[in-house]
Structures are given as C-alpha cells and as structure tokens.
C-alpha cells in the first residue's frame, strides 16, 4: 500500500515515464527470451524511431529516465539483467531525441569464467551499467540508438 501511495504522489509525467519503462522492459525481457537479438534490435530501432508526439513529450533529462529504469527493475520480479536495462534505456532516450549507444564487452572473472556486460554510454559518458571495474571489459559491439 505504502508503494502504491508513493506512486500516486508522484506528477503524471513520472508516473506516466514509469508505466511506459515497465511495458518496455516486460517487452524487452520476453524478446530476450523468445526472440533472436537481431529481430529483437530491428523491433526495438522501430520503437525507437517513433518519435514521442506532443501530447506525450516530457522534459525528462537523461537522469530522469535512468531513474525510472533503475526503480522498474527494482520492483520486476526476477530482477532485469544489464542487457535489457541497456536496451530499454536506449530505446526511451532515443525516443526523446538522445544519441546514445549500446556497448556490449566481455571480460574473465578471477576463476577464468567469461562474463559479459552491457551499458549505455551518451557523449562518451556511462549513463546507465556502469561499474567499478568496467574497463576490464573489452567492447565486442557499439550499437547505436536510433533517433526519431
């Protein structure tokens, strides 16, 4: 109750910009698991071009839809990986006019594992999937978000 109380506090725009993150990550989820990645992108860069129309464009910095990324994927069961945290970002900052692009790098673990991680970075800064050993990843891919 409590949850729901702090959401209905918020303005219309955030609570708007939260139920748009909370589709589009549930989406994205569902691509990742039943979907090809490169079908998947070609779905995601369509969404992506859509540019917002006026009645729906909000003056949401780049922070704030960080924001409402890292507050869905608190509440999502199972939790949301990095892939689709990175995606669902490029796909809404893209939408309001960002350029921004998908890095997707490996790197070994201490037990020489590979691992993998994905972020977003916009004017060659992270906004979303940094860490504090994210330079031992090497990039394998740079994907560009789609402008509207």
């Known amino acids: 109750m409590k949850r729901l ?22 989406g994205i989820r569902l691509g990742l698991r ?7 992108r070609r779905i995601l860069d369509k969404i992506s071009k859509t540019a917002l129309n006026s009645t729906q464009t909000y003056e949401f910095t780049l922070n704030r839809v960080v924001w409402a990324v890292d ?10 990986k990095c892939l689709a945290r990175a995606l ?22 201490e037990a020489g594992q590979l691992e993998a991680h994905a972020w977003i970075e916009s004017q060659d800064k ?18 560009e978000g789609q402008r509207p």
Do not use: H
């Open 88 to 109: 669902a970002t490029q796909v809404l900052l893209a939408r309001r006019g960002y350029l921004v692009e998908l890095q997707i790098g490996v790197a070994k673990n």
């Open 126 to 143: 992270v906004v979303i999937g940094n860490l504090k050993d994210l330079g031992r990843f090497t990039r394998l891919a740079t994907l």
């Open 34 to 40: 039943f979907l090809s990645f490169p079908t998947l």
């Open 5 to 26: 109380r702090k959401f209905l506090s918020l303005s219309s725009s955030d609570r708007n910009l939260l139920i748009q993150t909370a589709v589009l990550l549930s």
């Open 71 to 80: 507050i869905v994927s608190k509440y999502m069961p199972g939790g949301v």
